[in-house]
């Protein structure tokens, strides 16, 4: 008797055991086969549904800086998790609602709006590729922190790197020289962007106060490099300028510069700004520095020839 008792336990036990073990090999595809026909059903795999900032305030009751604590590591793990990006129909699409309900919730966390604009400015697949939200997120925190330079650094950086717009990161990063604890170097950084966006007479005017300003060898000497390379860029193209005019008189390129004298264009022979003649190739009428030159050139920004052109020949006909 006891032993057909034992006999029964022990097959009850195999047969809970076989049940569970079937059970658990069962869970992964019935998840998954609910998980499909739930999606059958969900019109939006990827909805969020308190979407307003100013919702999400009032449900707060009071814990905003909780919440907001809540929203900033949910986007930080929405940007984060990139397997599951890649099953969304849109990588990103609730990135910047995410964020900027964060910062509805806490104005001054200046980490949401400084790492949130470069998640969002990214560009697919990295991050959002949606420099203007990362623009109007850093718009936000600038009408907060009027005073925080760092905002205003990272709007000329998206301008710079993503929107190509030179000028108007030159123009962040001028704004941003001005604000008391800048680094000094910003001044040089509104500089450089706003030569290469063409604004040419502001960048001088900031390489100049710069060279005469800084305490600093090394800013210095950059600032000087800047401004002499754009007096040699436009030393250069005038030169050309005026070769290619020399020989519509004269049916023939100068046999030398001090041709371009003789002739009336040019007062007297240029030199580098440190004083050492230009090269000039009598064969195909091209100018440049000289080998010999002690200036370190660090070239033209794009763009400026044309319009330095364009200026020096309405300047020539207007004589």
């Known amino acids: 008797m006891n032993s057909n008792r034992l006999l029964v336990r022990n097959f009850a036990a195999w047969f809970l055991a076989g049940g569970c073990l079937l059970a658990a090999l069962l869970i992964k595809p019935v998840q998954d086969r609910v998980e499909g026909r739930l999606q059958l059903f969900s019109v939006d795999p990827d909805m969020l549904y308190f979407s307003s900032p100013e919702g999400m305030k009032k449900l707060a009751m009071g814990y905003d800086s909780v919440l907001a604590d809540i929203y900033w590591m949910r986007a930080i793990q929405y940007y984060g998790r990139r397997d599951e990006a890649d099953k969304r129909p849109v990588r990103y699409r609730n990135l910047s ?25 990214e560009p697919d697949p990295i991050g959002a590729g949606q420099p203007q939200e990362a623009l109007k997120l850093l718009d936000n925190g600038i009408n907060r922190m009027p ?46 962007a706003l030569s290469k966006g063409g604004a040419m007479e502001t960048a001088k005017t900031l390489w100049q106060k710069q060279y005469q300003e800084s305490d600093r ?39 030398e510069l001090n041709d371009l004298v003789q ?28 080998p010999q030159s002690k200036v370190t050139y660090l070239g033209a920004p794009p763009g400026y020839r044309e319009n330095f052109l364009e200026n020096l020949k309405k300047l020539v006909e207007s004589r």
């Open 217 to 255: 060898a090394d800013i210095k000497e950059n600032a000087r490099n800047h401004l002499f390379s754009i007096e040699i860029a436009e030393t250069l193209w005038a030169l050309e300028y005026f070769v290619g005019k020399y020989r519509e008189r004269a049916a023939a390129y100068p046999s």
């Open 97 to 121: 609602a995410l964020l900027q309900i964060t910062v509805a919730l806490d104005p001054d966390m200046l980490d949401a709006y400084r790492a949130g604009a470069n998640f969002l400015a």
């Open 263 to 290: 002739a009336g264009f040019l007062r007297a022979m240029p030199v580098d700004p440190l004083g050492t003649p230009y090269q000039y190739d009598p064969k195909t009428g091209q100018v440049s520095l000289s």
């Open 147 to 192: 005073h925080e330079w760092r905002l205003l650094f990272d709007k000329g950086f998206i301008y710079y790197w993503f929107v190509k717009d030179f000028e108007a990161a030159g123009q962040c990063w001028l704004s941003a020289s001005r604000i008391p604890g800048a680094p000094a170097w910003m001044e040089g950084l509104a500089a450089s």
